[in-house]
């Protein structure tokens, strides 16, 4: 095992125990980040480029361990005993599901499908057995009503998305409020309300949540968390090592909608054509492309904060591989690269909230490209790049002029409190 780079200290105080088998470091351990470098947390930290993966790698890590299924937005876990064949049809809710959102919201998933029994749960299992795919995600945006969307639906489709990432169809959703004092009653009731029918559109239930209140001025309005459960189906594996070379990259439509639909209001710019955020759920376009591509369906991401370039950098440096987009097969609105142009933002770093990165072996790319066009949100899909053996652990941009450049990955924070 490598080193965790966290170093007890030398006192009795310091030193390891170990529980289940995970060592855990007691509160004297000295932090893995350099105090020295960042002794608080900025805003970049939370920007999804290089301070993001620093704080994932040296602190989070290290402290928890491993992420079981290795570089998803979720953790895949083969559960054992468990039948997916007894999870509901897509779109179909479960049956006998209970909500409680009040309280300590102690509630159990009162169904007979799916079953969660206690088992064990195994990284290197065969892909015949049954996984599941578990994600959670916490949502901060401002402002909380947003051209294309909300807070309320946002939760849903960047959870529900976490999980079609992963190749799952996703089932069931938790939800957690935090909310100020002072929090308009109507404000709670339209995010409240927006949430529950993004969770219905996309076919997964709310079974269990929380709600925590705060003082005045000790929060801003409304922060939500929601965590979600999804089956992967036998024979589909994704994981961004499996990126090769030779392998082609698509995605399902333009880019910099969300990130602009949210400066724009923040800034009280006004464009000729609204710009709307392209929050939506992808799983049913996901599905769409593993029925028609299966296993040659390499590595799914969705490229959220931190944009197009952080997404196919933490990607190229996971399979060891280089990247070679072409900025003239990226589609982008016209008024979104006005908008960037005003705004001074590169569109490549601007966050989506409905958008699918897919690396596929080269051979089903045209397959893959008509199944995402059959779809409502792949309409404007495109080939963008390829997976080359050159430069590993960068991404190599072709520029509308022929000149090449490197697109790194975001250093600092463009949007803050975008999701």
């Known amino acids: 095992m490598q080193e965790t780079g966290v170093r007890s200290q030398e006192s009795g105080a310091g030193d390891q125990e170990t529980m289940g088998g995970a060592a855990l470091l007691n509160f004297n351990a000295q932090c893995p980040i350099p105090i020295s470098d960042y002794p608080v947390i900025t805003l970049a930290h939370g920007g999804g480029g290089r301070l993001t993966q620093m704080l994932i790698d040296r602190m989070f890590v290290p402290a928890f361990g491993a992420q079981p299924g290795g570089g998803h937005d979720g953790a895949i876990l083969s559960i054992l005993g468990f039948d997916s064949t007894a999870a509901p049809a897509e779109g179909e809710a479960l049956p006998g599901a209970v909500s409680g959102l009040a309280g300590d ?8 499908a799916p079953r969660l029994p206690v088992g064990r749960s195994t990284l290197h299992a065969p892909r015949s057995t049954p996984r599941l795919a578990f994600s959670t995600d916490s949502f901060v945006i401002t402002p909380r009503f947003f051209p294309g969307g909300d807070i309320g639906s946002l939760a849903v489709h960047g959870t529900v998305n976490d999980l079609a990432m992963c190749g799952a169809r996703p089932l069931v959703l938790a939800v957690a409020f935090i909310l100020e004092e002072g929090l308009p009653m109507d404000e709670l009731w339209r995010v409240v309300s927006s949430l529950a029918r993004a969770a219905r559109d996309a076919g997964v239930s709310v079974v269990t949540g929380d709600t925590k209140v705060v003082e005045r001025g000790k929060g801003d309005g409304i922060y939500i968390n929601t965590s979600g459960i999804g089956v992967i189906p036998p024979g589909i594996e994704i994981a961004p090592r499996r990126a090769r070379p030779g392998d082609l990259v698509l995605i399902n ?12 209001v923040r800034e009280g710019l006004a464009f000729e054509t609204t710009i709307e955020s392209d929050s939506a759920p992808l799983h049913g376009l996901v599905s769409g492309v593993l029925a028609a591509a299966g296993e040659q369906v390499h590595v799914l991401r969705d490229p959220t904060r931190g944009g197009l370039s952080s997404t196919l950098n933490e990607i190229a440096v996971q399979a060891a591989v280089g990247i070679r987009l072409n900025e003239t097969s990226i589609p982008i609105h016209e008024e979104v690269r006005g908008a960037c142009e005003i705004l001074g933002l590169d569109p490549l770093y601007v966050a989506n909230e409905g958008k699918c990165l897919l690396i596929v072996a080269r051979e089903t790319g045209e397959t893959v490209l008509a199944a995402l066009k059959a779809h409502p949100l792949g309409q404007e899909a495109a080939i963008i790049g390829e997976v080359v053996a050159e430069h590993p652990g960068r991404v190599v941009l072709r520029s509308r002029i022929g000149g090449q450049r490197i697109v790194d990955m975001l250093s600092g924070e463009q949007l803050p409190r975008i999701c």
């Open 253 to 264: 439509g333009p880019i910099a909608q969300h990130g602009i639909a949210i400066m724009s």
């Open 105 to 112: 919201a102690r509630t159990t998933l009162h169904t007979p």
